[in-house]
């Protein structure tokens, strides 16, 4: 048997010999064997090195090399896995950043050849155009990667009507532990490729026909049913599942299936769990594609995080079942729907016609790991006891025995899955902080739970690092010794993914969360949401990995970086993987100033993104943010943060020498000289600083005054300027005052306020502080006088919503400020204002802190009502403030604008580009020359194309 741990000598030989001869990056550097020491499960598991293989001979070289060393091998996708199945002690191979081609699609065969990193979602997009797609389609299937959906046999919504991953392989280019390469397939030609195959199952067909496949989802061990010959000696469906244990995909042919066209849901809410598991066979007759169960304490989760509307209306109880039905139109589905929601065992009913409600439906059920994560009381939850499963008809009397039995431990979770199929995804308050003890007396006690019930302790994730060693509560000693013979014809010198099914680690070694150093906010964030708790905070992230899914097409912005480099590092789960490892000390030994850190969060934007996309809530910009407070705080810091991170400063210093710095900038020796002293990229161009600030405009503050007093009863507004309005582009706040005298509003300007926007950004929070408690000041007896704050300039507005909480916690006029402020939009969508008819057609870019902190939809709506034709690019424009202008990040922030806001001008040359951020318009001018327009200067074009009509 392979040792779990490699010896330094053998690991360092290797990697010597794989940078020599195998094509790809190999990485044995503290970062990424930090960034890929644990997956989506609980589990921590530091590698020896990482490859990323370029080509199928690479991959193989790789294995052959790590072999010959005696080193162990764990194959890794999506890193997805919440059972512990990609996490390992010697060689990590990750296949999803090169070996990620589809390769052919037959549709008159229906199949489809794929690499093992290929990402399920681009599969169904492939595949889309002949009306086809991949039958199982789990929840992480915008990031998990075919390679991994066939290591642990994944299901999904749709597996009770398409089947499973085993179910959808026609064959599998299969690597062996002792370096053959197999075709796997069905029939005895894949047989006879593997001596020793055909008397293990023939010496245990009673065995193989009594224990393995007694119900659709029964994950757990190995597939060793399709064996058999009734089930068509299919060695490649037995060894989907098998985790990585007993060889490495090289290349897999799957069947596809049609896709259904606009099917329609029935939803349905019953008491609680169980009594909706109760009327789950009652409603399979009518063969849904897929029936979910859904605690709707998860839609709480959802309506805390993004406000009341981010959840369509649904039936209350405490429980949903959510039912998708096909039908040859979306009428037909929609009356099927409904047939099949007056037939369930409650009066709570509601149909769902194919369209946004839906897809918001099915979004948040694809969110529902993340939003589990923590419980109503706040508490963190985790996997474990994550993905068991019953038959069908043994759910409800489970479900009430395992309610009793999480109360008897004192725990709390939300459920959800797939009640369709009998499988129950959980997350539980376990006090993992504390150690692995409960943990283990609960999945010992759960594990005898479900085997009373014929279940499974796996439906769809596999066992892995979490549920291995509780494989005898289900299976007979004479069944566990035929898993390990299986094992034993593909790897027996147990080298691939060892402590997993056969000779299991125990469930609590190797957990995250214990070695966690507790360190508690100080006079930076307040951390608010997590008790203080930077730990807490940061370990909100659980590896769900919805930062690696470009969701840009479903309106998602997060993870800008990520898609434009595609290196785990630069993902929202990489980056709070490396902050975990500084918090144990082992691998990131130097704390907050520990290199690995600070590369590791360099091409984080601080879009803000992850803390309304993330499910968990990861809020990567604010650990940034504190990241750089904790590392410069009296010490010397980057030019930027001198320059660009103290913009308001020198924006004002600035203002009087105007035309002389605007001449300056129009030279360019003098432009890249002054840019290099400033930290900034040399390519990048200085803005044009206008020769009247806003702040100087004494004409505009008259216009504010004149009539206020007359309206009797007017909206009273309290325009705040934000610094890039004031300095950079004041006619912003004129267009502003323009719309807002129009719709009749009491207006008076605020004085100078700050929010601190680039000092936060930059980790200068005591300066920041400083100027909020200023804004503060300044602002509130305005609110409290009556006035709502209306902001310009989206990053601003969103930290006065967010941050200043977060940052002045023990003022509570943080919290008065907060809830009186709101965008243009917003405001003029309050008072029932009729804007004026534009008729334009614009492609709007939102910017990214108002993505996160207050959306876009008042400003659509409102663009809709003035007979605006408006299309969105979502995703970040690139610049994110001073990030964008800073030396070293050109080529990223270029590389997302073209691949997101330009790409979309280019292909829409019609459409004016709206766009309230000053960092999205100065992107898409320096990069493409393109002028972008503030919504408040679009609705006062508007008003004075009006009047100038009505005067001629």
Not at 514 to 527: L, T, W, Y
Request: proline share 6%; hydrophobic share 40%; with cysteine.
């Amino acid at each position: 048997m392979t040792s779990q741990r490699p010896g330094q000598k053998a690991m360092g030989s290797l990697v010597d010999e794989l940078r020599r001869t195998v094509e790809g990056e190999v990485d044995a550097s503290s970062l990424a064997r930090a960034l890929y020491s644990s997956d989506a499960s609980n589990y921590r598991v530091v590698p020896g090195a990482v490859v990323l293989p370029r080509t199928r001979e690479a991959l193989v070289a790789a294995v052959d090399a790590a072999r010959r060393h005696g080193v162990p091998v764990t194959l890794r996708g999506g890193g997805t896995s919440m059972a512990g199945n990609a996490v390992g002690p010697g060689l990590v191979i990750d296949t999803s950043r090169h070996l990620n081609r589809i390769l052919s699609v037959d549709p008159e065969a229906r199949t489809a050849v794929v690499e093992p990193g290929v990402v399920l979602a681009d599969l169904q997009r492939a595949c889309a155009p002949h009306g086809l797609r991949f039958g199982p389609d789990p929840a992480s299937g915008t990031r998990a990667t075919l390679g991994g959906m066939i290591g642990n046999n994944a299901c999904g919504a749709h597996a009770m009507s398409y089947g499973r991953t085993a179910d959808n392989v026609h064959s599998l280019t299969w690597l062996t532990g002792t370096g053959e390469v197999i075709t796997a397939a069905s029939g005895d030609r894949s047989f006879a490729a593997v001596p020793g195959l055909r008397d293990l199952v023939e010496a245990n067909l009673a065995l193989l026909r009594t224990e393995f496949g007694r119900f659709r989802r029964q994950v757990s061990g190995y597939g060793l049913d399709h064996l058999l010959p009734e089930n068509g000696s299919h060695l490649a469906a037995a060894l989907v599942g098998a985790e990585g244990t007993c060889g490495v995909l090289l290349e897999a042919t799957v069947r596809l299936v049609e896709r259904a066209e606009s099917p329609a849901l029935a939803v349905m809410g019953y008491p609680d769990l169980a009594s909706a598991a109760d009327d789950v066979p009652n409603l399979l007759q009518f063969r849904p594609l897929a029936l979910e169960g859904l605690d709707t304490r998860l839609l709480d989760a959802v309506r805390r995080a993004k406000g009341p509307g981010s959840v369509p209306d649904l039936p209350s109880g405490g429980c949903l079942l959510i039912a998708e039905v096909p039908g040859g139109t979306p009428e037909e589905a929609a009356d099927a729907a409904r047939r099949l929601a007056a037939a369930a065992a409650t009066d709570q009913t509601h149909v769902v016609e194919a369209g946004p409600q839906a897809e918001r439906l099915w979004r948040i059920r694809e969110d529902a790991s993340g939003l589990a994560g923590r419980t109503t009381q706040g508490h963190q939850a985790w996997g474990g006891w994550e993905d068991s499963a019953v038959p069908p008809e043994q759910l409800g009397d489970y479900l009430r025995g395992l309610t009793a039995l999480m109360e008897s431990e004192g725990l709390d979770g939300m459920a959800y899955g797939h009640f369709g199929d009998g499988c129950v995804h959980l997350r539980l308050d376990l006090p993992l902080d504390l150690g692995g003890a409960g943990m283990r007396r609960f999945l010992e006690r759960a594990a005898h739970l479900v085997a009373e019930h014929g279940g499974s302790l796996s439906g769809e994730h596999g066992d892995g690092r979490a549920r291995s060693e509780l494989l005898p509560a289900m299976y007979s000693r004479e069944a566990l010794a035929a898993m390990a013979e299986f094992k034993g014809l593909f790897d027996p010198g147990d080298a691939l993914n060892p402590g997993v099914v056969v000779r299991p680690a125990p469930v609590d070694a190797h957990l995250r969360r214990p070695r966690a150093v507790e360190i508690h906010a100080g006079s930076g964030f307040a951390f608010s949401e997590d008790g203080g708790s930077i730990t807490k905070a940061v370990h909100r992230c659980v590896g769900v990995g919805k930062c690696r899914a470009d969701t840009r097409d479903a309106g998602g912005f997060m993870c800008p970086s990520f898609i434009a480099t595609s290196e785990e590092k630069d993902s929202t789960r990489g980056r709070a993987r490396v902050l975990q490892e500084m918090l144990n000390g082992g691998l990131v030994q130097l704390g907050w100033r520990s290199p690995e850190v600070h590369a590791a969060l360099d091409l984080c934007l601080s879009c803000k993104a992850c803390a309304s996309d993330c499910p968990a809530g990861v809020d990567m910009a604010a650990y940034k943010s504190e990241t750089l407070y904790r590392s410069y705080r009296g010490r010397l810091r980057p030019r930027s943060h001198y320059t660009l991170g103290r913009l308001p400063q020198w924006l004002r210093l600035a203002a009087p020498f105007a035309p002389l710095l605007n001449l300056a900038a129009r030279v360019p020796a003098l432009r890249t000289t002054a840019l290099a002293a400033m930290g900034a990229d040399r390519r990048r161009s200085l803005p044009r600083l206008p020769l009247v600030p806003f702040r100087w405009d004494r004409a505009a503050r008259r216009r504010a005054s004149e009539g206020a007093a007359a309206a009797e009863g007017a909206p009273k507004v309290l325009l705040w300027v934000d610094t890039f309005s004031d300095a950079l582009d004041p006619d912003i706040p004129r267009d502003a005052l323009t719309v807002l005298k129009a719709a009749g509003c009491d207006v008076e300007i605020a004085p100078p306020a700050c929010c601190g926007l680039t000092y936060i950004s930059t980790g200068q929070l005591d300066a920041a502080r400083t100027r909020l408690r200023g804004t503060l000041d300044a602002l509130v007896p305005h609110v409290r006088a009556g006035r709502t704050v209306v902001g310009l300039e989206p990053s601003c507005t969103a930290t006065l919503r967010s941050d200043l909480a977060e940052l002045v916690p023990d003022d509570p006029r943080a919290a008065e400020l907060g809830g009186a402020v709101k965008t243009l939009a917003e405001f003029l969508s309050g008072i029932d204002w009729q804007p004026p008819r534009l008729e334009h057609k614009l492609l709007a870019q939102p910017h990214c802190h108002q993505h996160a902190v207050m959306g876009f939809d008042a400003e659509r709506a409102l663009l809709e009502a003035a007979g605006c034709d408006v299309e969105i690019s979502a995703g970040c424009c690139g610049l994110a403030g001073n990030w964008g202008m800073e030396a070293g990040h050109y080529e990223v922030s270029e590389a997302i604008a073209r691949g997101g806001i330009l790409a979309k001008a280019e292909a829409a040359p019609d459409r004016a580009i709206l766009a309230d951020g000053f960092s999205c318009r100065t992107q898409v001018a320096d990069l493409a020359g393109l002028e972008g327009r503030h919504l408040a200067s679009v609705l006062a074009g508007a008003l004075r194309a009006d009047r100038g009509a009505a005067t001629r």
